[in-house]
């Protein structure tokens, strides 16, 4: 168990807050990257980094099916509400990039990347 849930928690629940605002916002950060689909790569690490994230937190297939379910639907659901704000545009490829984080996030922390934040804690934060 993680000796610092609640603060690793905490967060969390802040990147979902700074993941909602950064896809809502009229002024999105932009990528100095001359790459055609480098914001496609930002959506998928966006999204990896979120399910990574709470997939060390709570171990239960369960638990990790609803937030596999949750990160799914809060994408799609952005991308929505950014093709009905006028200002930004809605793309499924960013809905794709989106899901495909979260798969690969929770295939990769059932193997190694499980104990993550454990290891910060053991090695790091004695």
Same mark, same amino acid.
């Given at each position: 168990m993680l000796r610092y849930f609640k603060a690793w928690l905490s %967060?969390?629940? +802040? #990147?979902?807050i700074l993941m909602c605002y950064v896809s809502l916002t009229s002024t999105p950060p932009e990528f100095h990257i001359e790459?055609?689909?480098i914001d496609k790569v930002?959506?998928?690490?966006?999204? /990896?980094? #979120?399910? =990574?994230w709470f997939a060390q937190l709570y171990k239960s297939?369960? =638990?990790r099916l609803f937030y596999i379910l949750f990160f799914i639907t809060m994408g %799609? =659901? +952005? *991308?929505i +509400?950014?093709? !009905?704000g006028g200002v930004r545009l809605f793309e499924y490829y960013d809905m794709l990039a989106n899901s495909l984080g979260?798969? #690969?996030a929770w295939l990769i922390t059932k193997g190694r990347l499980k104990?993550? !934040? !454990? /290891?910060? *804690?053991?090695?790091i934060l004695k």
């Open positions: %967060i969390g629940w +802040l #990147l979902v790459f055609k689909y930002g959506h998928f690490f966006a999204y /990896f980094i #979120l399910m =990574t297939p369960r =638990t %799609i =659901t +952005l *991308e +509400l950014q093709g !009905l979260v798969i #690969l104990n993550s !934040l !454990l /290891f910060f *804690e053991v090695a």
